[in-house]
């Protein structure tokens, strides 16, 4: 092989390395998850309202964007309660800057939460996939919706539960039996990860 092939060689392998850091993060390729997958990998779920929400370079990489988000929290259903919450996310993609990756102040939300990195960083497990909007339904209860509209979220779920030895009450069922997508009535969204997460049935 001649100097110019080798070349050619090794620039396509380094252009096949950097390209995942090259890409926006809003399309950046993320493995589809199910919900005992996202609650299993997570440190911390929980609900509330979004307070604050600030753009800000990190502290001690200050060439990165993040965004520092506090919640007014409602229930811990993994993790320690506390009244309020804040969490950081780094911010690559231009257009997630301008819109703060989709916070904003007042905001009902479920976050399922990855355990933070050494730089303090966390973002919810499967990005938008544990990132769940909180609104009333047609009939005026409440129900989540995450950032793929609830897409594969039961996937093979079952089978896992009876792995472990979970078994789900008929209403659990009921939504886990629920066609690809759309909203989630929450309560039994919230027990559903409770009985993955070990931490007992609602309060």
Not at 13 to 39: D, K, M, T, W, Y
Not at 51 to 61: A, F, I, R
Not at 81 to 110: C, S, W
Not at 113 to 123: A, E, N, R, V
Request: charge should be positive; aromatic fraction near 4%; proline fraction near 7%.
């Amino acid at each position: 092989m001649g100097r110019g092939s080798v070349a050619v060689v090794v620039l396509c392998a380094n252009l096949f390395i950097l390209a995942p850091l090259a890409s926006p993060q809003s399309n950046a390729l993320i493995l589809p998850r199910n919900l005992g997958e996202l609650v299993s990998e997570s440190q911390v779920v929980v609900q509330g309202w979004v307070t604050t929400v600030t753009l800000t370079p990190h502290p001690q990489l200050r060439n990165l964007m993040t965004v520092v988000v506090t919640l007014q929290v409602e229930d811990t259903l993994k993790g320690v309660p506390e009244k309020t919450f804040t969490f950081q996310q780094a911010v690559i993609d231009r257009n997630d800057q301008r819109q703060k990756m989709g916070y904003r102040a007042g905001q009902h939300v479920l976050l399922i939460l990855m355990k933070p990195s050494p730089y303090g960083l966390t973002s919810p497990a499967g990005m938008e996939q544990g990132h769940f909007r909180i609104e009333r339904s047609g009939g005026g209860a409440l129900a989540a919706t995450n950032g793929l509209g609830n897409s594969g979220l039961f996937r093979g779920l079952a089978s896992q539960l009876k792995t472990r030895g979970l078994s789900m009450p008929p209403e659990i069922q009921e939504v886990m039996a629920k066609p690809e997508g759309g909203s989630i009535p929450l309560q039994p969204l919230k027990d559903l990860i409770r009985a993955i997460a070990g931490t007992g049935p609602t309060k």
